[in-house]
């Protein structure tokens, strides 16, 4: 099992960035992938979630900013983010669950990729 996020990068505020995550190993039609992020000294906090289904789920901090997506075909995963603000700055990361996008807490994912850095400066 394994999953691999790429796309991170320095972007200036107002700016977009699309992130991805290949996942192998397994089929995304049982797992939910989750989109997490840890700023420097902070803590891991959930950005947004796919479900199995298709069913998306996001943090309040990013509702309307940032689109979760997912190609089945491909086993790969999406996070477009627009409109990047300073305070987006951190090191991305997709992780992945059984079926359900129940919990945002880091311990109920079971697999992780690497993470991706974002930062957001002029």
């Known amino acids: 099992v394994q999953l691999v996020e790429s796309g991170g990068g320095l972007v200036q505020p107002g700016g977009s960035l699309r992130l991805s995550c290949a996942a192998s190993?397994?089929?995304?039609?049982?797992?939910?992938i989750g989109w997490f992020r840890q700023a420097p000294g902070k803590g891991r906090e959930g950005v947004t979630c796919i479900s199995n289904s298709g069913s998306t789920y996001y943090a309040d901090s990013v509702k309307g900013r940032f689109t979760v997506s997912r190609d089945t075909a491909k086993n790969t995963l999406y996070l477009q983010m627009n409109s990047l603000k300073p305070e987006d700055t951190a090191v991305y990361y997709c992780?992945?669950?059984?079926?359900?996008?129940?919990?945002?807490?880091?311990?109920?994912?079971?697999?992780w990729g690497q993470g991706t850095q974002v930062t957001v400066s002029s």
């Open positions: 190993g397994f089929s995304l039609d049982f797992y939910a």
């Open positions: 992780a992945a669950r059984p079926f359900t996008c129940s919990t945002w807490r880091p311990d109920d994912y079971s697999f």
